[in-house]
């Protein structure tokens, strides 16, 4: 592993453990046994480096959402639910680096091609969704957004222990459930 490379996993692993205000280069540097003045070389800005690991955390869930549909029915219902509890555990697993991957400033900054990182996961999604609801007049874009949206929100409210109070449960499962039911019916 390269030192750029070390330098991204360093920074994601403080952000996932300390959050968001814990990330800077000094320490980045201090906790990868470099030089304060090293990542400068790989990362100009702050926002570069932040940049860098929300790419890596795009990545990380793409790999997710591949190994759980690897081998997979090819029911796209059951695809669906399986990409959702994926992008559910991945929020729950990395909070930090989750958080990140939605900043707007850093998918409007231009960095790195951020923006058409996200991409991919919300097209494959988005053609599940026109798979479970053929013939259906609302564009799959909007079904698909529509679920993202609500597992975003589980997410969040989930990290800040909101949903577990309100609800009582101890697992976003029926949450999930119940966002899936809403939005493609109930599976056959």
Avoid: K
């Avoid at 959050?19 to 906790?31: K, Q």
């Avoid at 046994?33 to 929300?54: D, K, Q």
């Avoid at 555990?89 to 923006?115: E, K, N, T």
């Avoid at 259906?136 to 079904?143: A, C, E, G, M, N």
Wanted: no cysteine.
């Amino acid at each position: 592993m390269g030192l750029r490379d070390r330098l991204v996993r360093v920074g994601g692993e403080l952000l996932d453990r300390d959050g968001p205000s814990a990330v800077t280069l000094r320490e980045i540097a201090r906790r990868a046994g470099v030089s304060h003045g090293a990542p400068r070389r790989y990362f100009p800005t702050h926002m570069e480096l932040l940049s860098a690991i929300a790419r890596d955390g795009f990545g990380e869930l793409a790999g997710r959402a591949a190994a759980a549909l690897d081998g997979a029915p090819d029911d796209p219902y059951q695809r669906i639910a399986l990409l959702s509890r994926t992008y559910l555990d991945f929020a729950a697993d990395r909070p930090g680096r989750y958080d990140l991957l939605f900043r707007h400033d850093l998918l409007q900054s231009g960095h790195l091609g951020l923006r058409d990182t996200s991409l991919p996961l919300f097209r494959q999604l988005s053609e599940l969704v026109d798979q479970a609801r053929p013939g259906s007049t609302t564009p799959p874009d909007i079904v698909a957004g529509a679920i993202w949206a609500s597992l975003h929100g589980i997410a969040h409210l989930w990290q800040r222990q909101s949903l577990p109070l309100a609800t009582g449960t101890t697992d976003p499962q029926p949450l999930l459930d119940a966002v899936l039911t809403a939005h493609l019916g109930r599976p056959t």
